[in-house]
């Protein structure tokens, strides 16, 4: 089913350790984006990607490292896992920058102990 | 600085009746407005959006929004709810002028529909 997909969906790691969130989509969509969901907060941006090759940074970007080497992966790194990066992440996508629609993938739940 | 307000942190309504979940924004120009829904360890779904054009929208669900630009609100309504309803529901912002093509969420509104 084409789509954003999230890997893995849940995740434990212990304070200082490192990490890839995997996303891919199968849609050739130029945008994509990881999101962070904390409660009463709502998402924000972390990272972004308007194409293959180029990646720039969010709102909250501080501990976190992206690539985007083809169109359809957009891995997300901890470099070093903090408490504070407890939360629930989100890949999203979009056709290009021009479109308003965004394609979600499920998310992945990080605890970081 | 750019926000978006969802005011009322749960909306409870009895099934059958009307609903209106509320959302106000804070941006310039001409935003885009969206709704979506977030079921239990689920991912965000679509509900709808707007751009331009007539100030009702008509999305997923039977779920419509309206658009205010003189009260800079976006509720979404619908006109009978169901208990599949509940949920969590975010509205967001984007901003055609940012660079970042970011979405502006609120807070969420949990909504729960009573049988």
């Known amino acids: 089913n084409a789509g954003v997909t999230q890997t893995p969906k849940f995740q434990v790691l212990k304070t200082g350790q490192s990490m890839t969130l995997q996303c891919a989509q199968d849609m050739n969509h130029e945008y994509m984006s990881w999101y962070r969901q904390d409660p009463g907060m709502g998402l924000r941006l972390i990272h972004y990607s308007v194409g293959a090759g180029i990646t720039d940074q969010g709102e909250v970007p501080n501990g976190y490292n992206v690539s985007r080497s083809t169109t359809e992966d957009f891995p997300l790194r901890l470099l070093s896992a903090a408490p504070s990066q407890t939360s629930v992440y989100f890949c999203a996508s979009s056709p290009n920058t021009r479109t308003a629609y965004y394609t979600f993938g499920s998310g992945t739940r990080l605890t970081v102990v | 600085a750019q926000s978006v307000a969802q005011p009322e942190d749960q909306v409870k309504v009895a099934e059958g009746n009307p609903l209106t979940v509320k959302c106000t924004y804070s941006?310039?120009?001409?935003?885009?407005l969206f709704w979506y829904v977030q079921y239990p360890n689920r991912g965000l779904q679509f509900l709808l959006k707007y751009i331009t054009g007539d100030n009702l929208v008509k999305g997923s669900y039977g779920f419509e929004a309206e658009f205010n630009k003189s009260q800079t609100s976006f509720h979404l309504k619908k006109p009978s709810a169901l208990v599949s309803d509940s949920a969590l529901y975010f509205c967001a912002v984007r901003d055609p002028m940012d660079s970042s093509y970011k979405l502006i969420f609120g807070s969420g509104t949990r909504l729960l529909v009573r049988p």
């Open positions: 941006v310039s120009g001409n935003p885009y």
